[in-house]
């Protein structure tokens, strides 16, 4: 070890894709489901956070759970205009997203692209040709934090959104490996953090 050696256990390998929730990790999650895409609100560090993914070279990809849309509480019309603003919100910090990727189905459905089912975000490492365990994902529950570990990635779990009552009542869940205030200083961790 040299000065500037990081432990080799916080080493990660190169990330190819960083996979980010949506709701209490990109956006603010105050109003059960969002519905109107005039109430898109970024949460601060969402554009820096996109942003330094793609200055990286790493894929930055939306998985969510929207299951207002198995409910009948949502359209996908209206999903459609929501991720249009984000991408428009974001766009106009100079961050691009390399795709959106969402799981319409309740939980009940047993469904395999729910977090933390891994379908949803192996479909889009197939898609963007990148190795899924050269993956991390950053959000704000359980269900993040266990995908991550699933796909033999890296768990960052955010304290934005849901996260600190997810910090405070973790159970049995395997652990995230980070804990960021907010999903820029997650991505700066992960960025730092690869061989
Ligand atoms: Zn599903």
């Known amino acids: 070890m040299t000065p500037g050696d990081a432990e080799p256990r916080m080493r990660g390998a190169r990330l190819e894709v960083v996979f980010l929730d949506r709701d209490g990790t990109l956006n603010r999650d105050d109003e059960g489901y969002l519905a109107d895409p005039d109430r898109v609100v970024l949460l601060p560090g969402a554009v820096e956070a996109v942003r330094s993914l793609n200055a990286a070279g790493i894929k930055a990809v939306v998985v969510t759970n929207q299951s207002g849309i198995g409910r009948g509480l949502i359209t996908e019309e209206a999903l459609s205009r929501i991720h249009e603003r984000l991408i428009a919100l974001l766009a106009a910090g100079g961050a691009m997203l390399d795709g959106i990727f969402v799981c319409p189905h309740r939980p009940e459905h047993g469904c395999p692209c729910r977090k ?7 479909q889009a490492a197939r898609h963007l040709g990148v190795d899924p365990s050269r993956s991390a994902m950053i959000g704000d529950l359980p269900a ?7 796909l033999g990635g890296r768990a960052v779990l955010v304290l934005t959104g849901h996260g600190r009552r997810t910090d405070v009542e973790w159970a049995d869940e395997p652990r995230p490996h980070y804990i960021a205030n907010d999903v820029y200083d ?9 061989d």
Do not use: K
Request: hydrophobic content about 50%; glycine content about 8%; cysteine-free.
């Open 116 to 122: 933390p089912g891994t379908e949803l975000a192996l």
């Open 144 to 150: 993040d934090v266990a995908l991550a570990h699933r």
């Open 186 to 194: 997650g991505v700066q961790w992960l960025i730092l953090s690869q």
